[in-house]
């Protein structure tokens, strides 16, 4: 439920402690695109003015003692209620990036593109008070495994992948029906002009114009690329039982080559 519908605009709060590092990847491209054209709005909210301390501190030490320090649950709560008022009726999800969260992956960002609102906590110091993660998040997700200074720069990585997935955001050149993973399979090599280029040559059959040949061609690529690299996503593919017959063959070959 809460879906979004096509046509409203996406609105995505992103509560940071460094507002001015989102500059740069926001007002360039598509995602500077997105928001002119009015598909998204994206408001950059500074935990440290909820912070209600004299010094405007938003961090503090562990209780237990360790070193280090967690960001407090007062200024992260009063930030988020904030922006939870000027959304009214918009319930939307509530996002901490964070390395304990789900793997982000395309099915993911595909979830959240059907939200109606995203609020996006970025983290910082040695991570945030146990009770907002109780009280006041929808998600916990996590880019990948390392640790990063802060959840600002996943933060850009999930409205990136988020913002290209909404209607009318990619023109029909950029489409983003045959990416990488929109079938769970890598992408196959592409090549422009020239044909031939420092020695090297473009496969014949892309310069054949045989439609079918090229097809096949690209699916087997695409099929031996998910082999060699990410095997275990082949378990989760959607294969024909075409694909699987050239799965076959490509198995049989690769251990044949191991063997010889
Ligand atoms: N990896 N995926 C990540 C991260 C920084 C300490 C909590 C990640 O999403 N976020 O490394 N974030 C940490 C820093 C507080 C956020």
């Known amino acids: 439920?809460?879906?979004?519908?096509?046509?409203?605009?996406?609105?995505?709060?992103?509560?940071?402690?460094?507002?001015?590092?989102?500059?740069?990847?926001?007002?360039?491209?598509?995602?500077?695109?997105?928001?002119?054209?009015?598909?998204?709005?994206?408001?950059?909210?500074?935990?440290?003015?909820?912070?209600?301390?004299?010094?405007?501190?938003?961090?503090?030490?562990?209780?237990?003692?360790?070193?280090?320090?967690?960001?407090?649950?007062?200024?992260?709560?009063?930030?988020?209620?904030?922006?939870?008022?000027?959304?009214?009726?918009?319930?939307?999800?509530?996002?901490?990036?964070?390395?304990?969260?789900?793997?982000?992956?395309?099915?993911l960002a595909r979830d959240l593109a059907m939200s109606e609102s995203l609020v996006i906590v970025c983290g910082h110091y040695e991570g945030v008070d146990e009770r907002v993660r109780e009280t006041l998040l929808t998600d916990e997700i996590s880019i990948g495994d390392y640790v990063l200074t802060g959840g600002e720069l996943p933060a850009m990585v999930v409205v990136d992948a988020v913002t290209r997935l909404l209607p009318g955001v990619l023109g029909e050149r950029e489409s983003a029906e045959e990416d990488s993973f929109s079938a769970g399979l890598l992408e196959y090599p592409h090549y422009t002009r020239p044909r031939e280029f420092r020695g090297l040559a473009v496969p014949e059959v892309l310069l054949s114009g045989h439609h079918e040949e090229i097809r096949k061609w690209r699916r087997r690529q695409s099929l031996l690329r998910t082999l060699e690299r990410r095997p275990e996503l082949l378990s989760q593919a959607e294969l024909t039982r075409e694909d699987e017959e050239i799965l076959k063959n490509l198995i049989d070959e690769l251990l044949r080559l191991d063997l010889g």
């Open 1 to 107: 439920m809460n879906c979004r519908q096509g046509w409203q605009m996406m609105k995505i709060d992103i509560l940071t402690l460094f507002p001015e590092m989102f500059a740069g990847p926001f007002s360039s491209s598509i995602l500077k695109r997105a928001q002119d054209s009015g598909l998204i709005e994206i408001n950059l909210v500074n935990i440290r003015d909820f912070s209600t301390n004299k010094h405007h501190t938003v961090d503090d030490t562990p209780y237990g003692g360790g070193a280090g320090m967690l960001m407090a649950p007062e200024a992260i709560f009063g930030s988020v209620e904030d922006v939870n008022g000027k959304n009214p009726g918009m319930p939307g999800r509530v996002v901490l990036m964070c390395p304990q969260g789900t793997p982000f992956s395309q099915s």
